[in-house]
Structure formats: structure tokens, C-alpha cells
């Protein structure tokens, strides 16, 4: 019972901090440690696989809430490529966009597995890639000129969004946060930019979380695959909600609240990291 409560928990926190640009796989982390044995604090850790398998959760909230954009692109790609309309049609380009900038986290997140289970998940690196990439963002959403719509995505573009995701393989970086500050920077709105990176992340998210949902049957972790599957659910209904705030929020607001958050927060890690109260 203590372990399923213990996952239920972290799938609420999946689903609260996936779509915002706070890196939800270091929440994940750093969650965790209140689970750990007395003076091991840093030895437990959800796993890749748990965070994997209960994004699929949150990225079926992003399916549901961005069904006719998913299915618009879709069948217009399928169209455009049979030549029942033309290939300029921007949904065509954005089921291309989608594709290609799927590319690069698909061979790095293949290429790196040793890394991403082991030396991209220490704490010291989650503390200092919160701070940078919290002002990264805050100087994207500062200085980019937000003229650019969602429905003028050039192809340059979505293959630099589609690079900057790779970073999501770092606890820390945030997917959302890394794509959405390159989109701000090349200078899309803020509603632009986070759409584009919700619906970029749904073909990687959707292949690792299945990948590690396979190979969960024979190295679980520490959840079962029940308690995982538990968590899972709780991070999609939560997910949802929180999408609906997030573009609701960003249409009228800033960024700096979660610029501010990332950083409070990575120095924080840093402060105990350095004081021994937390062991990396």
C-alpha cells in the first residue's frame, strides 16, 4: 500500500508539472528523495522507466485536448502526400515539422540509454540545468518579438525545436521549457510556441513511454507495473486540467513566475547538495 501511495504521488506531480516549463523528470527526482531510507536520501529514484511509462499519461491528455488540431494535420498530411491538395497547405508543413523535429530525440535518446538511466540523472545537474535553462527562458520570453504564428512554422525552425528537445532528455531541462524558449527566441507568440512543443512532443513522448512500458515486464523498477499504470492515470486527469490553465495562462501572462520558480529551486538543490543535507 505504502508503494502504490508513493506512486499515485508522483503521478500527480507528473501530471502537475509536465506541461509546465519546470521539467517534471526532475520533480520526479527530486519527489523521490522523501521516499528514501534515512542518510540514503539520493539513492532512490523513481527511474527512467516510471517517468517514461506515466508520461504516456500526460501525453494522451494532449491528444485529447488537441484532438481536431492532431487529426486536421494528420489527415491533411495523408492528403497532401496522395496529392489531393497541395504540399504548401501549412497543415502538410506542420505534419512534416512534426516528423522531422522527431528525428533527433529519437537517435539521441536511442543512442544515449546508458547515460539517460545513469549519469543524466544526477542531482548536481538537475540543480544547474534548472537555473540555466530558467534563464534562458526568461530571456526568450523577454526579448523575442512574438509576431510569429503557430500556422507559419518554417521548416528551419521546427527542425531547431525539434533539436532543443533533445535536451529533454537532461532531469532539469524541461521538454516544454527547452522547445518553448527556442520557438520564443526565434520569435513566435507565447500561445505558438507552446502548442508547437505539445503537439512535437507527442511521437517521441508516445515511442519512449511504449519502449519503456515493454521493458518494464522484465526490469520494473521500483514500482510494479500496477502501481505504475495507477500513476499513470492520475498524471493524464491531472494533466488535463493543467493544460487548460497553462494556455489559458500564457495567452495573457508572462513567463516569469516559472523562470523565478526554476531558479529559487536550483539553488536550493545546490545549497543542500553542497551542505550533505541531500547526497548526490
Do not use: C
Not at 529514484?45 to 487529426?71: K, N, S
Not at 536511442?110 to 539517460?116: G, H, N, P
Not at 520558480?261 to 545549497?271: E, Q, S
Request: net charge positive.
Amino acid at each position: 500500500m505504502e508503494h502504490l501511495l508513493q506512486a499515485l504521488l508522483l503521478g500527480l506531480v507528473q501530471g502537475l508539472t509536465e506541461f509546465l516549463p519546470v521539467s517534471s523528470s526532475a520533480h520526479l527526482r527530486l519527489v523521490g528523495l522523501f521516499f528514501s531510507d534515512p542518510g540514503a536520501a539520493a539513492e532512490f529514484d523513481p527511474g527512467a522507466t516510471f517517468t517514461a511509462i506515466t508520461q504516456l499519461g500526460t501525453e494522451l491528455a494532449v491528444v485529447i485536448y488537441f484532438w481536431r488540431d492532431i487529426t486536421r494535420i494528420v489527415s491533411r498530411w495523408f492528403a497532401g502526400m496522395t496529392g489531393k491538395i497541395p504540399r504548401t497547405d501549412p497543415d502538410v508543413r506542420m505534419g512534416w515539422l512534426v516528423i522531422i523535429g522527431t528525428v533527433p530525440i529519437v537517435l539521441v535518446g536511442y543512442l544515449a540509454q546508458e547515460y539517460i538511466r545513469t549519469v543524466f540523472r544526477s542531482l548536481w545537474i538537475v540543480a544547474i540545468v534548472l537555473i540555466v535553462f530558467g534563464v534562458l527562458l526568461g530571456l526568450a520570453d523577454r526579448l523575442g518579438k512574438k509576431t510569429e504564428r503557430f500556422e507559419d512554422m518554417r521548416y528551419g525552425h521546427g527542425i531547431a525545436v525539434g533539436v532543443a528537445q533533445v535536451l529533454a532528455l537532461f532531469p532539469g531541462v524541461s521538454r516544454s521549457g527547452a522547445t518553448t524558449t527556442t520557438a520564443l527566441a526565434l520569435g513566435y507568440t507565447r500561445p505558438a510556441a507552446a502548442r508547437f512543443s505539445f503537439l512535437l512532443a507527442v511521437p517521441a513522448v508516445f515511442g519512449s513511454g511504449l519502449y519503456e512500458l515493454v521493458q518494464s515486464f522484465s526490469d520494473p523498477g521500483p514500482y510494479s507495473l500496477g502501481e505504475t499504470l495507477a500513476a499513470t492515470v492520475v498524471a493524464f486527469v491531472v494533466g488535463f486540467v493543467v493544460i487548460a490553465f497553462f494556455m489559458n495562462y500564457i495567452s495573457r501572462r508572462s513567463f516569469a513566475p516559472f523562470v523565478a520558480y526554476r531558479i529559487v529551486l536550483g539553488v536550493v538543490l545546490l545549497v543542500l547538495l553542497g551542505t550533505g543535507v541531500v547526497v548526490a
